[in-house]
């Protein structure tokens, strides 16, 4: 079993950052991959971002440029500049491809003047 907890999430005005946090505890050292996702309201879930044990990374178009995934034992961090109003959501980690089971609290990010 593994447990991820985010943090670091908040308000912020247009073109500002944040970063945010995932720390991974338990069977960490099974995962490969991991992963942020977001959900606006009232949207699907995208995945935003990930990340291999190797240190690959990919992200969505609509992000590239402005995110930045990485890793550091067992914490995953989401480095995000230039935020537009469109990034406003709740941001989770997860492993990837996600197990249904490792859905955390996530954080809140708001983008707004």
């Known amino acids: 079993q593994v447990q991820l907890v985010e943090s670091g999430g908040g308000l912020v005005q247009p073109g500002g950052s944040l970063r945010l946090s995932c720390a991974a505890s338990g069977r960490i050292f099974r995962v490969n991959a991991m992963g942020w996702y977001r959900q606006a309201s009232g949207k699907q879930r995208e995945l935003v971002a990930t990340?291999?044990?190797?240190?690959t990374t990919n992200y969505a178009d609509s992000v590239k440029g402005r995110i930045t995934i990485s890793r550091d034992k067992n914490t995953v961090y989401l480095q995000m500049n230039s935020l537009k109003p469109e990034d406003t959501a709740g941001y989770y980690c997860?492993?990837?491809?996600?197990?249904?089971?490792?859905w955390g609290q996530g954080t809140q990010v708001t983008v707004s003047s």
């Open positions: 990340i291999t044990r190797a240190g």
């Open positions: 997860n492993t990837d491809p996600y197990e249904v089971e490792y």
